[in-house]
C-alpha cells in the first residue's frame, strides 16, 4: 500500500517541477489515474478576467498548447465567449484557436455563428478573414447557405487577403455538399479574373479540387497567369505551374513530333559529306515547326522561376520543362537540379528519383552545339558536365546512394566510363551490403551498353569472385552469368572458373546461376560439366529448393547431349527428387523424367526434348529500375513510389491537331465612359474635318475654324466649347474638375471635342499665336467647379432610374443599387456590399436640430446615380415627442452625397 501512495506524490512533483502549471491533480485522490478535475482552471481564470491583458497572455499559452500538439479542447466554452471581445489581438488568437476546434466542437461554434457573421463586416481585414475561415470549418451541412452567402460576399471585398480567404472556403464547402458545385464554378470563374497575384494561386487551388476538367475556364486567363507567375506566391506558382503543365498537354501539338534533334543530326552529318552526295529532303518530313505563341510564352515566364529559393517550384518548373519543351530546351533544368542537392535529404531523394527518369528516357537527347564536335552523332547528356556531383559520399543515405548508382550508370559514355568504373572500385568496398550489389550490377549494365569497356568490366567481376564476403561474389557471378548470355563463345574460361568455384560459394542465388551456365553451354565445357553434376548429386538432399531445380536442369540437359556418361547419374538424381518434401521440385522430376528418359508411355513430345531444352536464349536486358516511373508525372508522389496513388491525375497525351488558339484571346478592357448621344457623332466628324482643313490652309483657317467652333458651342448649348481656347493650366483645372463632379453625356461627349481641338491646336502651334485666357474663360471655369458640388448637376430622370420617395431613405435599397444605364431606368440590379462599415459619424446634434439628429457612414456601394458619385447612408433619429416634418437640404449645401432635395 505504501508503494501506491508515493506513486502519486512523486508523480506530482516531477509535473510541478516541470512549470506546468496547467495540469493538477488532487490531492486528496490516491489513484494515480485520478481525473484531473483543476486542469487549466488558472487559464479560464484568466479568460473570464475583464483585463484584455490576461485575456491576451491566457491566448498565447493556449496556442503554444495548440502548437506543441496538446489537447486544449475542454477550454473550448471558456475561449469561445471571447470572441466578441473588443481586442483585436485577443479576437485574432481566438480565431486561430476556433479554426482548430470548430470541427470537433461543432454545437458550441454554431452558438457562435452570429458573432462571426458580424466579423464578417469588421473593418480589420484580418478579422474578417478569420470569421470566414472559421465559419467554413464548422463542418456542419445546415449552415451550408450561410457560408454559400459569406463566401459570395467575400468574393468581392476590397481586401485580396479576404478574397483569397474565400478561395479556400470553396474546396471546403464543395466537400461538404458536392450539390453546390455550380456555385462553386461561378464563384471561381470571378476568383480567377483577379488581377490580384495574392488572390490568383489560391483561386487556381480551388480550380485543381472543384473543377480541374472545367478547362475553359482557364482560356481567357491563360495569358494573365503567365505573366504574373513570377509575382505570385510560392506555394501559388506550384499549383499555377502544374495545371498550366496538364493545359499546354491539352492545348498545344507536341513539339518534339517531328524529330527536331534527328533532323539536326543529319544536317550536321551532312557537313562533313559533299554536296554531290546530299539527298534532297522528301515533301513528307516538315522543314520547320512553329510553336504556338502561347505555348512559347509559357516557357520563358517559368525559366526565370528556376531560380527560386523554393525547391518545390523548382522542381515544378523541370517537370514542366520536360513534358511540354523541346527536347533543345530541356537542358536549361540541369543546372538547378544540381542546385537542389544541396539540401536536406528529403529534398535530395525526390530531386534525384526524378534526375534518375531524365536521364533514363533522354539518355539520347543532346545539346545542339555539342553534336558538331560529336563524330558519332550522339550529343551530350544534359547532366554529364555535373557527373561528380552524383558522386557517392559516405554520409549518404542507402536510398540516395542507390539513385545515385543509377544516374552514374546512365551518364556513363565512352570518354567518363573510365572515371565511373573506377568510383565504382571504390563503392564494392563499403561495408553497406545493398549499396554493394547495386555497384556491381551498376557495373554489369556499363559493360552491357558500352561495347568498349565489356572485358574491362568482365575481369573486374571476374576479380571480385575471389573477394571475401559471400554476398559480393555471388553478385558478381549473376552479373556475370548475365554478362556471358550476350558472348558466351568469347569467354569460355569464365565459365570453367566459376564452375571450379561451385564447392566454394554457399550463396543459393549464386550457385544457381552457375549451374544454369554450366547446363545452358555443357557443349563448351564437356569434361567439367559431368563432373559438376556428380559433386551435385552427393549434396542434392542438402542443398535448397533452387539449388535442386538446377540441379535437374542440369542433369536433363547433359543426358540430352552426353548420354553415355551421365545415364546413371541423371536417374539417381531423378529418383531423389522423386521423394522430396518439395511438391514442386517432385512435379519438375516427373516432368523431366518422362521427356528426357523416354519409355513406351511417354508422349511424342518426348521426341522434341531437345529442341525444348536446348534452345537459344535471348539475352537479358539489363535496365534501370526508374524506367517505368516515366509513365508518371515528374513530381508526383506516384512517380516517387513507382505506383499510381489516389488523387492522382494521369497527364493528358499530346493532341493531333492544336485546338482553335482564338479561344485565349482576351479584348483590352475599354476606360469607363458615359454613353455619348448619336447627335453629337456629326459634329464631332465635321470638327475633325475642319481640323485637317486648318493644318494645310494656315493662320486665316486656324482663325476660321475658332469661329465655327463658337458657333457649334452656341448650337450645342455645352460650356466646355469656350475653354478650348485657354492655356494647359485651364485645361488641368477643368480635367481636375470634370473628374469630381458627375458630368452628363452631353458635358462628356464637349469636353471630348475640346480635348481633340487642343491637341490640333498644339499641332499648329508655330503657326498660330497662343491667346491668354480672359477674364470671362476664368470664370467659366470657376463656375463650372462650383457647379460640380450642386446638387442640380444630378441628372434627369431619363438618364436616373426615377424612385418614389417613400424608397428613397430605405436601407435595403441604398446598400447596393446599381443602375444599368443601358436598361429601362426602372431596373435596377440589387448587389451585394463588399464590405459595409460599421462607423458612424454626428451631421446634426440633436439639441441643434431641435430634437433631431442625422448620423451618416459611408456605405462603399456604387452609387445609383453615377460611378463617380459617392454614397452616404444618413440615418434621421427624432429625440422630441411632436412629429417632424418637411426635412429638406438646402441646395447651396456643399455635400457629396445621392440625396438631395428632391429624394427627401
Known amino acids: 500500500m505504501s508503494t501506491n501512495n508515493n506513486m502519486p506524490q512523486s508523480y506530482n512533483d516531477r509535473a510541478s517541477s516541470t512549470g506546468e502549471a496547467d495540469v493538477g491533480v488532487d490531492p486528496a485522490s490516491g489513484s494515480f489515474f485520478s481525473a484531473d478535475y483543476k486542469r487549466h482552471e488558472d487559464l479560464k481564470a484568466m479568460l473570464d478576467s475583464n483585463k484584455d491583458n490576461l485575456k491576451l497572455e491566457a491566448m498565447k499559452r493556449i496556442i503554444g498548447m495548440v502548437a506543441k500538439g496538446k489537447d486544449a479542447s475542454d477550454l473550448f466554452p471558456a475561449v469561445v465567449k471571447n470572441v466578441v471581445s473588443k481586442n483585436i489581438e485577443v479576437k485574432k488568437l481566438v480565431y486561430v484557436y476556433l479554426v482548430r476546434y470548430a470541427e470537433e466542437q461543432q454545437d458550441l461554434a454554431l452558438l457562435s455563428i452570429s458573432t462571426f457573421q458580424r466579423g464578417l463586416k469588421d473593418p480589420n481585414q484580418l478579422i474578417r478573414a478569420s470569421a470566414l475561415r472559421v465559419l467554413s470549418s464548422i463542418r456542419v451541412p445546415v449552415i451550408t447557405p450561410i457560408m454559400m452567402l459569406a463566401i459570395r460576399e467575400s468574393v468581392t471585398d476590397m481586401s485580396p487577403f479576404v478574397r483569397k480567404t474565400a478561395a479556400h472556403a470553396i474546396p471546403k464547402i464543395y466537400s461538404l455538399d458536392p ?56 506555394w501559388g506558382q506550384l499549383v499555377i505551374i502544374n495545371m498550366l503543365t496538364r493545359y499546354a498537354r491539352t492545348q498545344f501539338v507536341n513539339p518534339n513530333r517531328y524529330g527536331e534533334h534527328m533532323d539536326n543530326e543529319r544536317f550536321y552529318e551532312s557537313e562533313h559529306s559533299s554536296q554531290e552526295d546530299q539527298t534532297p529532303v522528301t515533301p513528307e518530313a516538315p522543314k520547320s515547326f512553329t510553336m504556338d505563341s502561347d505555348h512559347r ?27 511540354v519543351a523541346p527536347k533543345t530546351e530541356v537542358g536549361a533544368v540541369a543546372k538547378p537540379l544540381v542546385r537542389l542537392l544541396r539540401s536536406h535529404r528529403e529534398i535530395q531523394s525526390i530531386v534525384l ?46 536510398l540516395i546512394k542507390l539513385i545515385k548508382l543509377d544516374i552514374l550508370t546512365n551518364l556513363a559514355t565512352e570518354a567518363s566510363i573510365g572515371i565511373i568504373l573506377r568510383e565504382f572500385h571504390t563503392y564494392v568496398a563499403s561495408s553497406d551490403r545493398e549499396f554493394v550489389a547495386a555497384t556491381i550490377q551498376a557495373i554489369g549494365r556499363c559493360a552491357s551498353t558500352i561495347s568498349e569497356c565489356t572485358d574491362t568490366c568482365m575481369n573486374g567481376l571476374v576479380s571480385l569472385m575471389s573477394n571475401r564476403d559471400e554476398a559480393v561474389v555471388a553478385e558478381s557471378v549473376v552479373v556475370i552469368k548475365k554478362l556471358l548470355q550476350m ?12 564452375a571450379k568455384l561451385v564447392e566454394k560459394i554457399t550463396v543459393a542465388m ?16 564437356p569434361k567439367i560439366a559431368p563432373d559438376v553434376l556428380r559433386k551435385m548429386a552427393k549434396t542434392f538432399i542438402t542443398e535448397t529448393d533452387i539449388v535442386k531445380l538446377q540441379v535437374l536442369n542440369l ?6 547431349t552426353n548420354p553415355k556418361q551421365t545415364h546413371l547419374l541423371c536417374q539417381y538424381v531423378f529418383n531423389l527428387a522423386k521423394y522430396d518434401q518439395n511438391y514442386d521440385i517432385r512435379d519438375r522430376a516427373r516432368l523431366l523424367r518422362q521427356l528426357a528418359l523416354p519409355n513406351e508411355k511417354s508422349g511424342a513430345l518426348a521426341k522434341h526434348a531437345k529442341k525444348i531444352f536446348l534452345a537459344s536464349k535471348p539475352a537479358p536486358v539489363l535496365e534501370s529500375k526508374f524506367k517505368d516511373q516515366d509513365q508518371f508525372q515528374l513530381g508526383t508522389l506516384s512517380h516517387f513510389i513507382n505506383a499510381k496513388s489516389s488523387g492522382y491525375q494521369e497527364l493528358p497525351d499530346w493532341p493531333e491537331v492544336a485546338p482553335d ?102 499641332e499648329e502651334k508655330p503657326k498660330k499665336p497662343v491667346k491668354k485666357p480672359g477674364k470671362a474663360a476664368v470664370a467659366a471655369v470657376a463656375k463650372q467647379q462650383l457647379l460640380l458640388l450642386d446638387f442640380d448637376d444630378v441628372p434627369a430622370a431619363s438618364s ?9 431613405l430605405a436601407p435595403s435599397l441604398l446598400t447596393g443599387a446599381v443602375v444599368n444605364e443601358k436598361t429601362s431606368p426602372l431596373q435596377v440590379t440589387v448587389s451585394s456590399a463588399v464590405f459595409v462599415p460599421t462607423q458612424t459619424r454626428e451631421l446634426l446634434n440633436r439639441i441643434s436640430g431641435s430634437g433631431l439628429s442625422i448620423d451618416y457612414r459611408f456605405t462603399r456601394t456604387q452609387n445609383i446615380y453615377s460611378g463617380k458619385m459617392v454614397t452616404v447612408e444618413l440615418t434621421l433619429t427624432n429625440s422630441s415627442d411632436q412629429d417632424i416634418k418637411n426635412i429638406c437640404i438646402e441646395q447651396k449645401v456643399s455635400c457629396r452625397t445621392s440625396f438631395c432635395s428632391r429624394c427627401l
Open 179 to 234: 450539390e453546390q458545385k455550380e456555385f462553386c464554378i461561378e464563384i471561381i470563374e470571378k476568383l480567377l479574373s483577379d488581377k490580384t497575384t495574392l488572390v490568383i494561386g489560391s483561386a487556381v487551388m480551388a480550380f485543381e479540387e472543384v473543377c480541374p476538367e472545367k478547362i475553359d475556364l482557364i482560356h481567357k486567363n491563360y495569358r494573365k497567369l503567365c505573366n504574373l507567375l513570377v509575382d505570385v506566391e510560392e
Open 297 to 323: 510564352l509559357l516557357l520563358r515566364n517559368t525559366k526565370p522561376l528556376l531560380q527560386s529559393r523554393n525547391s518545390s517550384v523548382v522542381m515544378a518548373v523541370a517537370q514542366l520543362y520536360h513534358h
Open 353 to 398: 528519383s526524378n534526375i534518375a527518369t531524365m536521364t533514363t528516357t533522354r539518355k539520347e537527347f543532346a545539346h545542339l552545339s555539342s553534336m558538331r564536335h560529336r563524330p558519332t552523332g550522339r550529343g551530350l547528356s544534359m547532366f554529364e558536365p555535373y557527373l561528380k556531383s552524383f558522386f557517392v559520399r559516405p554520409m549518404d543515405p542507402t
Open 487 to 498: 558472348a558466351p563463345a568469347k569467354h569460355k574460361d569464365i565459365i570453367v572458373h566459376m
Open 510 to 525: 549464386a550457385r544457381a546461376s552457375i549451374l544454369w551456365l554450366i547446363g545452358e553451354y555443357c557443349e563448351r565445357v
Open 555 to 560: 542433369a536433363t540437359k547433359l543426358y540430352l
Open 661 to 762: 488558339p482564338s479561344v485565349r484571346t482576351v479584348e483590352a478592357p475599354m476606360p469607363w465612359t458615359d454613353d455619348q448621344p448619336k447627335a453629337k457623332k456629326p459634329t464631332k466628324k465635321k470638327q475633325s474635318f475642319y481640323s485637317e482643313s486648318g493644318e494645310s490652309t494656315g493662320d486665316d483657317s486656324s482663325s476660321s475654324e475658332s469661329d465655327s467652333d463658337e458657333e457649334s458651342s452656341d448650337e450645342s448649348g455645352s460650356e466646355d466649347e469656350e475653354e478650348s481656347k485657354s492655356e494647359k493650366s485651364v485645361e488641368a483645372a477643368e480635367s481636375s474638375a470634370a473628374e469630381v463632379s458627375s458630368s452628363s453625356e452631353e458635358e462628356t461627349s464637349a469636353s471630348e471635342e475640346s480635348a481633340s481641338e487642343t491637341d490640333s491646336e498644339e
Open 800 to 808: 436616373a432610374p426615377a424612385l418614389l420617395p417613400g424608397n428613397a
